[in-house]
C-alpha cells in the first residue's frame, strides 16, 4: 500500500485528489493538509511514502518545503504540482530535490501513474514536459535565458515578480537582505537588464506571474 499525503490549501482540490487516488486498489491517503505548518505537525507522527506538494502552498513556498522535507526526512518522496508553467518549475523543482512535477492541467490519470512512479524511486515527468523540455532553446528566447539561472534566482525573481519587497523576499527565503540584493543583481545581469522594471517584464516573459 502506498501511502499518500496531500499538501494543498484549496479544500477541494485535496477532495478530488484523494478522490481520484481512493480508485486505485493501492493507494492510501494517510493525511490532507493546508499549510506548511500543519504539513509538518503531520510528519513529525505519520510516515507517507509520498507527499504531494502544490507549489503554492502558504507560509513557506513549495521549493523551500521540499528542501525542508528533504532535509528533515530524507526517505519521503515529493511530488510537486501546481498551476503554473511546467517549463519553468518542473526544472527548479527536480533540482531541488523532487522526484517529480505535475501539472494541474494534466489529465487525472497521469495523477495515479505519477504516485506509483514516484514512490519507487523514479522521476515522473509527462510526455508533453519532457518534449518541450527538448525543444531547440534557440527558437524559445525567454527559455534560453531562464536556463542561465539557479533554483534560488528563479525563487527570488517570482517573489519579486510578486510584488514582494527585498525584506519580504528574504523572510520567506530565509535570506539576508544583503544577500536579496545580490540576488536581484546578478538576475538584472543574467537577464539581461538594468532596471527593476524590465526585469519584471522578464518574470512576465517566463510566466512567473
Known amino acids: 500500500m502506498i501511502k499518500v499525503l496531500i499538501a494543498d490549501n484549496h479544500p477541494v482540490v485535496r477532495a ?3 478522490f481520484v487516488l481512493d480508485t486505485a486498489s493501492d493507494f492510501e491517503v494517510i493525511a490532507d493538509v493546508a499549510t506548511t505548518t500543519e504539513l509538518f ?3 513529525e507522527t505519520i510516515s507517507p511514502d509520498v507527499v504531494m506538494l502544490e507549489m503554492d502552498i502558504p507560509e513557506i ?4 518545503t521540499l528542501r525542508r522535507i528533504k532535509a528533515e526526512y530524507p526517505d519521503i518522496k515529493v511530488l510537486i504540482y501546481s498551476g503554473q508553467s511546467e517549463d519553468v518549475y518542473a526544472l527548479s523543482t527536480i533540482r531541488a530535490g523532487a522526484y517529480g512535477y505535475l501539472s494541474k492541467a ?3 490519470d497521469y495523477i495515479i501513474s505519477a504516485v506509483r512512479k514516484v514512490s519507487k524511486g523514479d522521476m515522473f515527468i509527462t510526455n508533453e514536459l519532457a518534449q518541450r523540455l527538448a525543444f531547440d532553446e534557440g ?12 533554483t534560488r534566482e528563479v525563487e527570488v525573481l517570482k517573489m519579486l515578480a510578486s510584488g514582494k519587497r527585498n525584506k519580504d523576499v528574504a523572510i520567506g527565503l530565509n535570506l539576508n537582505e544583503k544577500t536579496v540584493s ?15 522594471v524590465d526585469l519584471l517584464q522578464q518574470a512576465k516573459a517566463l510566466e512567473l506571474y
Open 41 to 43: 505537525e503531520k510528519l
Open 16 to 18: 478530488g485528489i484523494k
Open 106 to 108: 494534466a489529465d487525472l
Open 182 to 196: 545580490t540576488y536581484k543583481a546578478r538576475l538584472m545581469r543574467k537577464l539581461n537588464v538594468d532596471n527593476l
Open 61 to 64: 513556498n513549495g521549493i523551500a
Open 139 to 150: 527558437t524559445k528566447k525567454p527559455r534560453r535565458f531562464f536556463r542561465k539561472l539557479s
